[in-house]
């Protein structure tokens, strides 16, 4: 089972006001059919077999999207996806096309669009998310710690938090609507939805992209402990889409703060986390302020997680001050 990765949630096509950064305050028109909105990005219908994804700077922690936007954080992803589709282009078919503004579909676009869009081909998604776990963390962790298994597949006796697997291990799980939480199911139940081949393809092209990311970040002092991949078929190749190896569908850890039986600290909305659950906050609407401190020790998080991969200054990205 197939399904496109747009899907129109407005009756008629529409351009839609899209949130800035804290830094901007301000918004931006996009003259183009607006297809939906997730908790970072939204999504455009650029014509010609094409899409427009456009990556704000919007946080959520809990499943609540927070009222302050980390700055710069749309770009932070956005330039990391692009790294990754560009290095891993011998590997398997990416649909990001450009990330330059110059290229988009109309004229005068807003500076702030500036380094947080990516023009792509558009895809049919497959029906589930292509999870690869290198180190027992997150849910995983959480199984393990109920019933020895991962994926209702049973796992060795006595392994701590964060201990690294054997080898990397393809969780797959389901797509969730909005609204509803992703369930992990086995390999046989991914078949079931999206094919026995597909399943075996997505499964195998997600751990060789793993594996290979993972070397390249370990080689720079970080460990990528899992990920999550979109696929989705493009003129009938199996292509990889959305962002690819980011601090929101990833977790970096330090490698010399990897401690099995702790939790490491990640290069990503970690300040922010910290700060809510030291609040005792509910995890439901409206959340608390964040302090400016938080804002900042969070930017510098997902910044230095950027630099440090790819060896590249954040500041030679586009619209970065």
Same mark, same amino acid.
């Given at each position: 089972?197939?399904?496109?990765?747009?899907?129109?949630?407005?009756?008629?096509?529409?351009?839609?006001?899209?949130?800035?950064?804290?830094?901007?305050?301000?918004?931006?028109?996009?003259?183009?059919?607006?297809?939906?909105?997730?908790?970072?990005?939204?999504? !455009?219908?650029?014509?010609?077999?094409?899409?427009?994804?456009?990556?704000?700077?919007?946080?959520?922690?809990?499943?609540?999207?927070? +009222?302050?936007?980390?700055?710069?954080?749309?770009?932070?992803?956005?330039?990391?996806? +692009?790294?990754?589709?560009?290095?891993?282009?011998?590997?398997?078919?990416?649909?990001?096309?450009?990330? #330059?503004?110059?290229?988009?579909?109309?004229? #005068?676009?807003?500076?702030?669009?500036?380094?947080?869009?990516?023009?792509?081909?558009?895809?049919?998604?497959?029906?589930?998310?292509?999870?690869?776990?290198?180190?027992?963390?997150?849910?995983?962790?959480?199984?393990?710690?109920?019933?020895?298994?991962?994926?209702?597949?049973?796992?060795?006796?006595?392994?701590?938090?964060?201990?690294?697997?054997?080898?990397?291990?393809?969780?797959?799980?389901?797509?969730?609507?909005?609204? #509803?939480?992703?369930?992990?199911?086995?390999? #046989?139940? +991914?078949?079931?939805?999206?094919?026995?081949?597909?399943?075996?393809?997505?499964?195998?092209?997600?751990?060789?992209? !793993?594996?290979? %990311?993972? +070397?390249?970040?370990?080689?720079?002092?970080?460990?990528?402990?899992?990920?999550?991949?979109?696929?989705?078929?493009?003129? %009938?190749?199996?292509?990889?889409?959305?962002?690819?190896?980011?601090?929101?569908?990833?977790?970096?850890?330090?490698?010399?703060?990897?401690?099995?039986?702790?939790?490491?600290?990640?290069?990503?909305?970690?300040?922010?986390?910290?700060?809510?659950?030291?609040?005792?906050?509910?995890?439901?609407?409206?959340?608390?302020?964040?302090?400016?401190?938080?804002?900042?020790?969070?930017?510098?998080?997902?910044?230095?997680? !950027?630099?440090?991969?790819?060896?590249?200054?954040?500041?030679?990205?586009?619209?970065?001050?």
């Amino acid at each position: 089972m197939l399904r496109a990765i747009a899907r129109v949630r407005f009756s008629k096509p529409r351009s839609r006001r899209w949130p800035g950064s804290l830094d901007s305050g301000g918004m931006a028109t996009i003259p183009l059919p607006h297809l939906s909105s997730g908790k970072v990005r939204d999504m !455009y219908d650029a014509g010609e077999g094409q899409l427009l994804l456009v990556t704000s700077d919007r946080m959520s922690a809990f499943d609540v999207i927070l +009222a302050e936007p980390i700055p710069d954080k749309g770009r932070v992803l956005t330039a990391m996806s +692009a790294f990754w589709f560009e290095r891993f282009a011998d590997v398997a078919p990416g649909h990001l096309i450009s990330t #330059d503004v110059a290229d988009l579909p109309f004229d #005068d676009p807003d500076p702030e669009l500036a380094g947080r869009v990516m023009l792509c081909k558009k895809a049919e998604m497959i029906d589930i998310e292509c999870i690869v776990r290198g180190y027992l963390t997150g849910s995983a962790w959480k199984e393990y710690q109920s019933s020895g298994t991962m994926h209702g597949t049973p796992l060795p006796a006595g392994l701590l938090e964060s201990a690294q697997l054997p080898e990397p291990v393809f969780t797959p799980s389901t797509k969730a609507e909005a609204g #509803d939480h992703d369930i992990n199911v086995s390999f #046989d139940e +991914a078949a079931n939805l999206v094919g026995r081949e597909m399943a075996e393809k997505a499964r195998d092209l997600s751990i060789d992209i !793993y594996q290979r %990311g993972a +070397a390249w970040a370990a080689e720079r002092g970080i460990l990528i402990a899992d990920t999550k991949f979109e696929m989705g078929l493009v003129d %009938g190749e199996l292509t990889l889409a959305d962002e690819v190896l980011t601090p929101d569908s990833s977790r970096f850890w330090p490698a010399d703060q990897w401690v099995p039986g702790t939790t490491p600290p990640s290069f990503d909305k970690q300040p922010v986390r910290d700060f809510l659950v030291g609040l005792g906050w509910d995890k439901t609407p409206p959340p608390p302020p964040l302090g400016a401190g938080v804002v900042a020790a969070t930017r510098a998080r997902y910044v230095e997680g !950027y630099e440090r991969i790819t060896g590249l200054p954040f500041t030679n990205w586009p619209g970065v001050a």
